[in-house]
């Protein structure tokens, strides 16, 4: 009887690990940021909440021209990344009268194109390990 039930419960354990999602990491790099007033914002998105709000957000300093996040316990799927420099710190992206960004910003993968940033562009894809992707403004 000990023993069946050593079965069961060493069964029981091993299946319950296995449906736990395993979470990796995303660190993100910003160079050459053009000043260390400020911060950089870093919002991370998935498809159907893109550019409304983010999955998760954090911000950093900028040291030397070089601000740097992780993003931990993220599951595996499909993101996206939009950051900006905030350089006189009012939590939000200031634009011209005309709409034109006043502040600079980036988006994972870098794409070069005019207008808001569209998740076809900007996403990747995490699986099963962690990533580091560098976001130039």
Known sequence: MKILLI???TTVLFLSTEIVAQTHSITIRVPNISSNDGTVK???????????????AIESKITDG???????DVEA???AIICYHDKNDNDKM???ESGMPLE??????NPASFGPPQYSDA?????????????KF
Not at 42 to 56: C, G, H, M, V, W
Not at 66 to 72: D, G
Not at 123 to 135: A, G, M, P, Q, T
């Open 7 to 9: 079965l069961i419960t």
């Open 42 to 56: 870093f919002a991370l998105y998935q498809e159907d909440n893109f550019r409304i709000t983010p999955t998760k």
């Open 66 to 72: 070089v601000a740097e996040i992780i993003f931990e």
């Open 77 to 79: 799927g499909d993101y």
């Open 94 to 96: 200031d634009f011209s």
């Open 104 to 109: 600079s910003y980036g988006v994972s993968n």
């Open 123 to 135: 996403y990747f894809v995490l699986r099963d390990k962690n990533i580091s992707l560098e976001i």
